[in-house]
């Protein structure tokens, strides 16, 4: 790769918050087009989170608009992943897999307010 480019990438992912947050991609997800979040993201988060996740914020997390989702995007997606206590939804089951990677394509592709 050019290494001006590699240089320019690094430092633009450095000076990102992922020093707070690891990253949370194994692998580029395979999306299929731009994820909305108003119609594609937020719905699901509304139905499957939102409930306990609300103002009030149960276990440090309120879920319920653009602004702390996308804040606290890169937990959210891992609490989908994870196994045990610490699967979102709590108790189960886990999300389907396309939902799932729905939001590792709306995270990838900047998190945007769509
Ligand atoms: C039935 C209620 C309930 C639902 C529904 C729920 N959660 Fe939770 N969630 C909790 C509780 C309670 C905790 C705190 C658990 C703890 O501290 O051990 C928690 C903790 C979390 C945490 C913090 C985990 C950690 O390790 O610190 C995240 C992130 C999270 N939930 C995301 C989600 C997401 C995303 C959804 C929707 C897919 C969701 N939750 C749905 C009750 C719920």
Known sequence: ???????????????????????????????????????DVLPVIQQSCSGCHDANGVGGYSFTDYSNISTNANALLSSLRATGPQLMPQGGPALPDSTIQLIECWIYQGKLDN
């Open 1 to 39: 790769m050019n290494r001006f480019l590699f240089i320019s990438i690094c430092s633009v992912f450095l000076a990102s918050s992922c020093t707070k947050e690891k990253t949370p991609f194994t692998q580029t997800p395979t999306c299929n087009g731009t994820v909305s979040f108003a119609n």
